[in-house]
Each structure stands twice: as C-alpha cells, then as structure tokens.
C-alpha cells in the first residue's frame, strides 16, 4: 500500500479569482496545433483551479482529456533526471557537481570532453552537440548556452553507473511509491489513458519514440494532477501530509541557482535543469512578475510546471501540441502564463483584505468598451474581475464581497445611463453598513462623487458615485 494516496494529499476549493489563468490556457490551447489541454493550480496547499479541454486525439471517438489522461511531457521529464542527479549527489554516489564528467564516463572523447563537468551538464553551459555519431564543441564551457540532447544523455549515463539504478528506478522508489503516484512513467507502448502527440506535419523528425523504460528517453508520460503534485513535493521541500518523503536537501540543491558565475547576465539561470528565476535576463523562460527564487520547466509540446515558493503556489498546464507553429512566440506565451497566474495571487490578496463592505446584490451592465469598465471598477471600486470572454455570450464578472456585477457587450453602442433616458433614477443601488468607510475609500480613488453620505427623503442613508460609462451607483441601507 502507498503511504500516502494521491488524490487525497489536498482539498479542492475552487476559486474564480484563477480563471484567468484557465483562460489563458485555452487561448495557447486555440494557437497551437493540438487536441487536448489542461490546467491546474495548487494554492496554500488546495486546489483552486483544475480543469479539461478536448479530446486525447484527433481520431474519432478519441477519449476525452480528463484527470487520469497523462500527456507526453518532452523536456519537463529533465525536472526528474535532476531529481536523480541531487539524489546521487545526496547519497555520495556523485562526490562534486564540479567534478570532470571524464571521471565518470571515461570512455568519451578526451579532447572534446576536457573541462566539461557535471555543472556544465545540468545548466546547459557544456558547449557540445553532436553531429552523426560524433562529438564536437561549439564554445568553451561554462563561456554560454545552449539546450543540447548530449548532455541529458551524460547525465542519466552518470547517474546508472554510479548509484547503479536507472533514474526510473530512483523516481519509482524516492517518489512514485511513497506517494502512490500511478500516472508518471516512462512507457515503451501505449495505452488508452495515453495522449496523442499531435505533430506539426507529417513526419516531423523532431519526434522520437524509444522502448526504454529506464527515464532516459523522450518517452514519459504524467497527468496533470501528479505533475502538479510533483512541483508541490518540490514547493514543500520534500514534506508531505508531515512525513519528509524526500530529504529537503535533494530538493534545496536541485531548484537553487547553479549556474557558473562567469555566465552573462542576459542567459538563462538553471539549477539541475529546472529553469530558475534569480537576475532578470533577457532570455529567461519565466515571466517577469514572478518573483525571484521561483523556478519552472518547459517541454517541447508546450506543458509547463511552474513553482512560486514566495506566493505558496504550483501551477500547471498541459497540452498534446509537439512544438509551435510557425511565427509563434512560444517564450513569449510561457511568460505571460506565469504573469497571468501572478496577476491572479495578487487579486487573491488584495480580496482576502478588503472588509465585507457590501451585502449580496448582483447587476447586469451592458457597457461599449468591456474592458475599459472592467479595469475601472478592478482599478477604482475594488472589485476582482474574471474574464469569460470565449464564452458564447463574452461577458466579465466583477467580484466585491458578496456583490456581483456582470458585464456584457453593447456591440458598440453607447451606455445611456437612466437619468438621461428618463429623467431621474440611479442605474444600480448596492446594500451597505458602511457608508462612511466605502465613501472614504472610494473618494480617496478618485471615484467621481456625486452626492455625498446624507439621508435622504425616502428615509435611507446613502451616497452616490458616477462610474466610467455615466452610471449613477448608490450606496446605501434604510434607516430605521
């Protein structure tokens, strides 16, 4: 029996402040040639975003994607072969990542490998590639960057001889086990829970298949939830449900900035292949509002595992694409992945200060520009929005409290508030205790104040501000 079953590790609590980041998802989801994705965030240790989109395939009757389907992972598999190169490390399999790779694979070309060590392997600073069956150099190491096959290679080659286990047989009994994970694997067939990798073109030669089962190959396998349990092993260091499965250290050393010091500031940062955010470099993967000390993975079909340690936060999302087509700026998309679930934490906050001021009242406006109003009321009234804007009907929902304003589209016409259509009569009224502390707050935003706090003729006590397309909002409560 596992020691821990998965499915049971966290609680969902779904929260809307995260669609945008679904959105986002299906948006690449639209722009890539693929058939399937999915996406899923872990937040203060919960569940607060999952969700499935198509199909496993472009076949016919192909399965549908759903939380047991495990997408090919590409280059996200490195994440794994790090894991194993810190274990080796750890358990003094491996002395130094800063001994000669000659000292472990002696039978390579001496000239060619000379000066290339472990470091160099695990942050992509080595400076070889291959041309048929031969090595060659193309810079010294440790003086640039470049993500080559040859050095994963070296890696899972140092990894069996010195701790004599393959990296799938570490994985299996370090994590897969323990953990009760049964949807990470490295596979030599397929299976029905299997996606399709769905290519750019017939007889893409970017795409390999290999037998192997020993984690050195192109060919594993995960579902979303278990990638995203994996990044939420590394977020908590090794400790879950309060059992240290994994030695913190194993976990310190692989996500921690490795690279050589000497390399420019502009090239990418790597632990022991994990993507790591420390200096702002032109060339990094990962976005720039997420803060330093976060570190992320990236495969070729698109899937990505990002980790926020400083906002306790693990975001995944998941496609069957091989590759971008043509013109599209993957790294730009991956960046602004991690800037959208960013953007989502800091909504997240800025709710969970904010006092109940509202009481439960619930709007519909159509408005001429939907985004101008929905960074109004996000910017100046303090609502959070969440965006539904590939829905049949585009609309945006604005959240305070219990309030809820939903805007739709006037297909260009403009908004006529009801004070110029009939004379008189504010265009909402929202309930609430707190008259004086909302005015302050709004006032201080520089919300346009129309009528001040006073108590009216009809016996309430309230205020009125004026919003960006002309509407009058009253805020207020009858006075016994």
């Not at 959208?340 to 909504?347: E, I, L, P, Q």
Request: with cysteine; charged share 25%.
């Amino acid at each position: 029996m596992p020691l821990i079953k998965h499915d049971l590790i966290l609680d969902h609590k779904d929260n809307p402040i995260f669609t945008p980041v679904f959105d986002h998802v299906q948006a690449t989801f639209k722009n890539v040639i693929c058939s399937g994705a999915s996406t899923l965030i872990i937040h203060q240790d919960s569940i607060v975003l999952e969700q499935y989109i198509g199909k496993q395939s472009v076949k016919e009757n192909a399965r549908t994607i759903q939380a047991d389907t495990q997408f090919h992972v590409a280059s996200v598999r490195k994440s794994y072969i790090g894991f194993a190169v810190s274990y080796a490390l750890f358990y003094d399999y491996i002395n130094s990542i800063d001994d000669p790779v000659l000292s472990y694979l002696p039978e390579l070309e001496e000239n060619t490998w000379k000066g290339t060590t472990i470091r160099h392997l695990l942050t992509h600073t080595h400076g070889l590639n291959q041309e048929g069956n031969e090595d060659i150099r193309e810079f010294t190491p440790g003086s640039s960057w470049s993500y080559k096959q040859i050095g994963i290679e070296a890696l899972t080659q140092i990894v069996k001889r010195t701790t004599g286990k393959s990296v799938a047989e570490i994985l299996h009994e370090s994590v897969f086990t323990p953990l009760g994970f049964t949807e990470s694997d490295w596979y030599s067939q397929k299976h029905e829970k299997l996606v399709d990798v769905v290519l750019r073109y017939e007889g893409d030669e970017d795409w390999k298949t290999s037998e192997s089962t020993e984690g050195d190959k192109m060919n594993m396998y995960v579902s979303t939830r278990e990638l995203a349990y994996w990044g939420y092993l590394h977020l908590k260091k090794g400790k879950v449900n309060g059992k240290q499965v994994v030695p913190r250290e194993i976990i310190e050393v692989a996500t921690s900035l490795q690279s050589p010091s000497t390399l420019h500031k502009d090239l990418p940062q790597n632990g022991f292949l994990w993507f790591v955010k420390d200096l702002p470099a032109k060339k990094t993967e990962i976005g720039d509002q997420v803060p330093k000390g976060s570190y992320q993975i990236l495969g070729f079909t698109n899937v990505t595992l990002l980790v926020i340690p400083e906002e306790d936060i693990v975001a995944v999302r998941m496609f069957n694409s091989f590759g971008s087509p043509e013109g599209y700026d993957y790294l730009s998309d991956v960046r602004s992945f991690g800037d959208t679930v960013m953007s989502c934490v800091k909504n997240c906050k800025r709710s969970k200060k904010m006092k109940k001021l509202l009481i439960d009242s619930h709007c519909i406006f159509p408005t001429q520009d939907i985004m101008k109003t929905a960074n109004f009321y996000e910017q100046k009234l303090g609502f959070k929005a969440v965006h539904y804007l590939n829905a049949n009907e585009p609309h945006i929902c604005l959240y305070r409290d219990t309030t809820e304003i939903i805007l739709t589209k006037t297909n260009g016409r403009k908004v006529i508030p009801n004070r110029d259509l009939y004379g008189y009569g504010y265009d909402a009224y929202f309930i609430t205790k707190n008259q004086e502390e909302l005015q302050e707050e709004l006032v201080s935003s520089n919300v346009k104040l129309v009528r001040p706090l006073d108590h009216t003729d009809y016996n309430n006590k309230e205020f009125v501000v004026e919003d960006i397309d002309g509407r009058w909002l009253a805020f207020g409560l009858k006075v016994d």
